[in-house]
Every structure is written in structure tokens, then in C-alpha cells.
């Protein structure tokens, strides 16, 4: 989700190796639990994995064998038998990316709905856990988070992240603290990271022009692009981190400033929240006489290398743009529904030429099987037709390492990142599915196994940290007392 008011260097594989940091090197005793430290010495993920069914780029496979080497798949093998390979129950998927987080709207689960209201009410309470966030509990409520995303199959998070600076917008001695806390986060949940830094610069557009940022918002703002752009440029990838920009939206970054954030960007991932609500549709055509795609597309960030961000209502226009420049669209469909945005033209785009993704955002649900099934069913609802995608397309979708800027993930296939996340077919809720339908029928409950990189992070359903139930009630409870 965006609230505002409605009124470094390239990235082609700098890194090149897989990651060694799970379980984390660094982590201390009183940040992470026993369980992290007693696997610390206990290195032991295998490196033959063996499936009664996975879902290959070419379709389902019997009978696979997964040899893993250096984090990455050295063969893929339909039709073997498990030998002494670890079995893995169920049907395997290539490891899911979660485009779109916010990852400290987390707290907000199941504290929004006791008085109705709209978005902009929403918006007030998830400001309310913004401003208690430092460095310490930002990094805690984001482990916890990333580790239910890992439990969910995700094997990679998208952090669309604006929560810079202090609450009254003074910088940290690292201006980039959070960001930092962000990155240790998904490394000690066992997780890559794209960090979708975000310019945020103004608080909101009208038709008459852009508002101030608000006392709440301060601390999400850089002053311009160019300090944004100079903050960013002290991040440096690492080999599960991915550094990347983000537009907070066209009602917090004035067009002025659109082709600077873009430009910098240098070929790395690029988001924007686009077009969520008719508001900033009406905002930006009353003050710029363009739609936000409209205004995007005139000052050159759509492209290959750019995602929009829920892309709900748009014009046949704005649709031909975003599918000519191949500007990828994530979906956020869960959140879409939570916050009443609307539906957004999934199929329409897609046939358009924009690819597609998926994201949990504000995660009032984390679950990218939920997301996939409900692209298709809202198209359903919407179209009074079924089958608008494939189950092939719904992975690909849940799948879309790309637009994170890790183009040798989401892939059962030798010289793939080994990511594997089997999903029990014998659950209350999946047994008697066939398995190349599975993500019409599982939801997170089901995913059994999840390897990322090679290393084995959720492992029977239990994350590597211990009691994730427990990490999230300890890093959110503090954050509403006295609220
Ligand atoms: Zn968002």
C-alpha cells in the first residue's frame, strides 16, 4: 500500500557467489534465539534433495533429484530414484518473491478493523507504529516478519523502504541505519533482500500542487533527489542483498525530481506504487493533466527495469504504456481487497506485455499462494469467466525473481540460486489436489521444506529461528502500548 495524501553503481551479478550467511555469522545472543545458535554449529543442509514431483520450467516432473552445489542447483534430474537424497514430501516449487513489502505494517495485522473507515483512516494507525520505530525494534519486528515470509516459501522480499530517518526526520548517525537493521533482518531470517530505498519527499498531491511533508512523515524524507541519491549511494550490495530505488509515488516525489531517482537508478530495480486509488488519479490529472502512468511515462521511468506497484485503476493508455515499455506490474491482491483499492487489469496487462508479480505488502496476509489464487479469482469475479491464468502463469507470477533485480532465481534448473519450498499434498487442505494445480488449492500452512541457497531455513514446517509465532508477538506488543 502508499500512503501519502491524495491531495550506485550497476547491478548485472556484482556479486556473483551464493550466500554462506545463513545461518547468520554475526548474530548475537541477544538478538536472535537459542535455536539460531545450537544450528550454527550444525551446518549440516544436504546437498541431494529428491521429489516425488516438482514443477520445472517444462511442467511437472516425476521422481526429481536437486544435487546442489555452492547455492546453486549443479543438476535438476526427472525420473531418478532418492537414493540416499533427502526426501522432500509433497510437490516442489522454485522459491517465491514477495515484489512489494512494507515490512513494519506487519503490526497493523488485525488492530484495523474495529471502526471501518477507509484507506486514509488506515493510514493514521500505521503512522501511529511508525513513529515508536528505532533502529532495535525495527530490526525485530522485520526478522520476525521475514521469517513468516520465509515459512511461507518466500525465498526473497522485495522492502519497499521509507522509514529513513529519525521521527522528526534527523538523520541517524548511519543515515542508513534502518536500512541496515533491514538487511540483518532478512539475512538472520534466512532470506534475500532487494532494498527498494524510497525517495519520499513531499506529503501528498492536490490540485493545487503538492502539500509539505506532515510531522509524521518527516522522518521519511530526504529534502530532494539528490540527497536521496546520495544517502543510497553509501549502500552496497551484498551476496543476499540487493540494493535498489524506489519512487514512493507521483503524490510524494514532484515530477521535477521523477527523471533523477530514475536516472540514478542505473539500470537497478526501480518501484513506484502506482495508481492504488482513484484519488491520486484524480489528483494528478487535475494538477498535471496527466494520468500518474501518464506522468511517469513522460519523464522516462517506465521500462524493463521498472515495477508498478498495484497498477489498479488505469486508462486502455496507461495500460498500452506499461505493457509497451515491458514496466512489470506487481499485485497485491490481499492487500487490494484489505484496504477496499479495488481490482486491478492482471490479465489485461500481462496480454499488454507487462509481466507480472506479486507482493504481500502491507501483510494483512503473508501467503504468495493466496496471492497467485487470487489474481485469478478476482479476475473471475471481475469477468464472469474462469481460467483467466494458467496454473503455470500463477507461478510464474509468485515466481518473478526478475523484477527484484535476481535474474538467476525463481528456476527449478541447473545454475539456478537452489531454492526449493515443498508443499505437503497430503493435508487436510491439499490432499486428493493434483500437484501442477496445487497453488489452486494450498495455502501457507502447507509448505513443509524451504531451502534457500542452498541452506535448509524452515525445515517440517518449523522456521530455523524457533517460535516465529512468538519473535512477531514480541516485536509487535510493545509497539501498540499505551496507543
Ligand atoms: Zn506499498
Known sequence: MSPTTPTNPPTDDPVGGVSAEFP?????????SAGVAERQREPNTPTRWWAAYALLPTGLARDVTFEVEDGRFASVTPDTEP???????????PGLANAHSHAFHRALRGRTHDRGGTFWTWRERMYAVARRLEPDSYLALARATYAEMALAGIACVGEFHYLHHQPDGTPYDDPNAMGEALRRAAREAGIRLTLLDTCYLVGGLSADGHAPLSPEQQRFGDGDAERWAERVARLADDATTRIGAAIHSVRAVPREHLATVATTNGGRPLHVHLSEQPAENEACQAFYGLTPTGLLDAEG???PHTTAVHATHLTDADIEALGTSHTTACFCPTTERD?????????????????????????AVIDLL???????????????????????ELLATATDHACLGWTDAGRLEAGARADLVAVR???PRTAGSAPEQVLLAA???????VVVDGRAV??????????????????????????
Open 458 to 483: 524452515v525445515t517440517g514446517g518449523r522456521h530455523a529461528l524457533g517460535d516465529v509465532g512468538a519473535l512477531l508477538t514480541d516485536a509487535i506488543d510493545p509497539l501498540w502500548e499505551d496507543q
Open 24 to 32: 547468520p555469522q554475526n548474530a548475537t545472543d541477544e538478538v536472535v
Open 443 to 449: 495455502t501457507a500452512a502447507d509448505v513443509d521444506t
Open 370 to 392: 493466496e496471492e497467485a489464487r487470487a489474481l485469478e479469482m478476482n479476475e473471475r469475479l471481475d469477468t464472469l469467466q474462469r481460467g483467466r491464468f494458467r496454473p503455470d
Open 83 to 93: 537414493g540416499g537424497a533427502e526426501r522432500l514430501p509433497g510437490v516442489v516449487l
Open 425 to 427: 499434498l497430503d493435508t
Open 339 to 363: 484496504l477496499a483499492d479495488g481490482i486491478g487489469p492482471a490479465r489485461r496487462l500481462l496480454d499488454a506485455g507487462a509481466p507480472l508479480s506479486l507482493g504481500s505488502d502491507q501483510h
Open 301 to 303: 521511468v517506465l521500462g
